[in-house]
């Protein structure tokens, strides 16, 4: 079966320090991967989709990239955060079919 | 411009009853539509979907109801359980592409 490991679980950076969160997905191949963001009371806001290796879509104008180094590795990056990027960022993969699949999260809080 | 709107932030609906979270959209290409359950910092969880071509899907207390001449799709829960309280994300996705476009959710409370 499949399955999404998002890490770290919580994270706490301070105002202008980098960030890189990692997501992997087992169990299938060549999925398409995503980024989103879910700000405090607000719904889900699509970041970035990848349909392959080094294939990155922005959603949004944003702090952040994103990058898809290997087929079921996605990572999330700033160079610099700002308080505005706060918030529980959840990856999700789907295959074939629409139905899209989510890993744990991780909360960041930037101070 | 929000495209799938769930206009109720919240619902409180009492355990054996049944609970219907709803869920409006504008985007005429959206066919095929999603609900999924979220804890708190936890990962959204994929309950039950529903394509265009059918008005009705149903997964054991789970029922996705779609009317595509008003835009709406609804979820019903039937019994409602204390373990069902959550969020509630109504999810679309337009022909020919992955993307889902999600409501701002739905916190459900289903008490004793």
């Known amino acids: 079966s499949q399955t999404i490991h998002q890490w770290p679980a919580t994270l706490v950076q301070p105002v202008g320090s980098p960030l890189s969160l990692e997501c992997t997905v087992e169990?299938?191949?060549?999925?398409?991967l995503y980024w989103y963001r879910q700000a405090a009371g607000r719904g889900l806001q699509l970041l970035f989709y990848?349909?392959?290796?080094?294939?990155i879509s922005s959603e949004v104008p944003q702090n952040l990239s994103a990058s898809r180094p290997q087929d079921r590795q996605f990572i999330l990056s700033s160079k610099k955060l700002l308080l505005s990027d706060s918030g529980f960022y959840l990856c999700?993969?789907?295959?074939?079919?629409?139905?899209?699949?989510f890993g744990p999260g991780t909360r960041l809080l930037v101070l | 411009d929000q495209q799938v709107k769930q206009n109720s932030p919240s619902l409180s609906v009492q355990e054996g009853r049944i609970s219907i979270l709803n869920c409006d959209y504008t985007?005429?290409?959206?066919?095929?539509f999603l609900w999924y359950k979220k804890y708190p910092a936890e990962g959204p969880t994929f309950l039950i979907s529903?394509?265009?071509?059918?008005d009705k899907n149903e997964d054991g207390r789970f029922t996705v109801f779609l009317n595509k001449s008003a835009k709406h799709l609804s979820l019903h829960i039937v019994p409602s359980q204390p373990g069902d309280s959550a969020v509630y994300f109504c999810?679309?996705?337009?022909?020919?592409?992955?993307?889902?476009?999600f409501g701002t959710g739905t916190r459900l409370q289903v008490f004793p």
């Open positions: 999700a993969w789907s295959r074939a079919l629409r139905d899209q699949y």
């Open positions: 169990g299938t191949s060549n999925p398409n």
């Open positions: 990848s349909v392959g290796i080094g294939q």
């Open positions: 985007n005429s290409m959206f066919d095929y």
């Open positions: 529903i394509s265009s071509i059918k």
């Open positions: 999810a679309a996705s337009a022909r020919n592409t992955d993307k889902l476009i």
